[in-house]
């Protein structure tokens, strides 16, 4: 996930952000230039997005990691590029890559990613993860998840609940925002669950119709994200009174008493997983906090400070229904929403993108 001014997609291409800030005494930054040879063999470099994620990561995650260890913990928020131009030069400045994993099965043709021996990691039998969250080159850990986010002032008791509302701009008049491929895939899903396409029956999906469901949302549209903070912003601005999102972007708008709400039906799941480049250091401390990622307390200590989606299903056992109620992976919402398919998207993502650009622009 990343919360500064990037997209998604836009993040692969821009530009190198590095942690600077350490959340304790046994956490630092860890600069592109490091010399792995100079490096302590007790500590271990993992890339993540940084943001807020990575504030919640550090907090429930790394530190407590690295006192149960004694491993030092450092962090990289290295864009898509930089990582893959490390990697094939066999010199990544890294261990562990946070990431997600429709990302990482576009770079196994790349030959970067080590193949994953899920013997070495002990919590795996138990954490019973989704079949399609376990890959031969990254392993899953959580959810993002893209919902609906509406204001309340803006519809009172007649909020929309559904696709078909946000399509319905009679009964929930007022401007919306939807995703570009700059930011994430083309949201074509939510076009054909508007149109009455059964949850389970998306894919693979009908690119016609779902343009031409699109064509009768357009007029509504003012503006398209790019940027996942972005839906927030036009949000909070009243600029727009519903948007896609990314769940958990506006977290810290509600809690700061915005009048914002997610309609957790629907949502698109994609999984964030980790992945160990070819070449990292110390593979044995990467394979060390994947097994402790993937504890059930672990992952719900995560969700408890930002709403990251457990993909461990005991971890929702941990939490209150009061913190599962924003959480769209949840049992209570996990059978209303869909996993993305990663190989449908992964054949015809570019000729989507390109058909989505014009007709952006048409």
């Not at 079949?131 to 519809?155: C, H, I, P, Q, W």
């Amino acid at each position: 996930m990343k919360d500064s001014m990037i997209g998604r997609r836009g993040f692969l291409r821009g530009a190198v952000g590095l942690a600077t800030t350490a959340a304790a005494a046994s956490l630092v930054g860890c600069g592109t230039g490091t010399s792995r040879s100079a490096q302590d063999a007790n500590s271990l470099t993992v890339r993540n997005s940084g943001g807020a994620f990575g504030d919640a990561l550090q907090k429930a995650v790394y530190a407590p990691f690295a006192e149960e260890t004694g491993l030092t913990v450092k962090v990289a928020n290295l864009q898509g590029t930089q990582m893959l131009a490390q990697m094939q030069q066999g010199r990544p400045q890294f261990d562990l890559v946070d990431n997600s994993l429709s990302e990482f099965m576009n770079w196994a043709p790349e030959d970067v990613l080590e193949p994953l021996d899920y013997d070495r990691i002990a919590s795996f039998k138990d954490a019973r993860l989704p079949e399609n969250m376990v890959t031969e080159l990254a392993v899953g850990k959580s959810y993002y998840v893209t919902v609906m986010a509406y204001r309340t002032d803006a519809f009172g008791n007649n909020a929309p609940s559904t696709w078909a509302d946000f399509w319905d701009a009679g009964a929930f008049p007022g401007s919306r925002s939807m995703g570009t491929p700059d930011a994430d895939l083309p949201e074509l899903e939510f076009a054909l669950l508007a149109d009455g396409v059964p949850v389970d029956q998306l894919y693979p999906l009908d690119i016609d119709r779902a343009f031409r469901a699109m064509d009768r949302i357009r007029p509504s549209i003012k503006t398209y994200w790019d940027t996942g903070n972005l839906p927030g912003v036009l949000l909070s601005r009243q600029e727009v009174g519903i948007s896609t999102v990314w769940h958990g972007r506006l977290h810290s708008l509600i809690e700061g008493g915005m009048p914002l709400a997610y309609q957790l039906a629907g949502g698109r799941r994609q999984a964030q997983a980790y992945a160990i480049p070819k070449g990292a250091a110390n593979a044995d401390a990467a394979y060390r906090l994947i097994d402790y990622s993937l504890r059930p307390d672990v992952q719900a200590r995560l969700a408890k400070l930002y709403p990251a989606n457990p993909a461990v299903p005991a971890a929702y056992d941990q939490l209150t229904a009061e913190e599962r109620k924003v959480l769209p992976g949840a049992p209570e919402y996990f059978g209303n929403g869909f996993d993305v398919d990663i190989d449908w998207w992964q054949q015809n993502e570019t000729a989507v993108n390109e058909r989505w650009r014009e007709w952006s622009r048409a």
